[in-house]
């Protein structure tokens, strides 16, 4: 069994898949500075707030807390409309990257088996 456990870790799959896990970490973090360092601080400008990651609707409560967490810190209830954005966002941003990559890889493909 220890044998079978070796010789499943070591093929190229859980290597390339290892690699894949570790790039895809570190391209997450880019693209997460990208949308709240570059694009959000656009976004706000454009909307006229200053910073649009505390863009919140309070349904339930009355603290007239500045910022989403100082809100839930005082016990409102709130939509975190500017969050959900970023995340949004930052979705788009790696689907359409992902997207490229395997629109690329298949062309790879198709040029390598013509």
Request: net charge neutral; charged share 15%.
């Amino acid at each position: 069994m220890l044998k079978e456990f070796k010789e499943f870790a070591i093929k190229g799959n859980m290597v390339d898949m290892a690699i894949g896990i570790i790039i895809g970490a570190a391209f997450s973090t880019v693209v997460n500075s990208l949308v709240n360092d570059v694009l959000m601080p656009i976004i706000a400008a454009i909307s006229g707030s200053p910073d649009f990651s505390n863009l919140f609707i309070v349904l339930k409560g009355n603290s007239g807390a500045a910022t989403v967490e100082a809100a839930r810190a005082a016990g409102d209830v709130v939509l975190a409309l500017g969050l959900f954005i970023n995340a949004l966002i930052s979705f788009l941003i790696v689907a359409w990257v992902l997207f490229l990559i395997v629109k690329g890889m298949n062309k790879l493909k198709r040029e390598q088996a013509a």
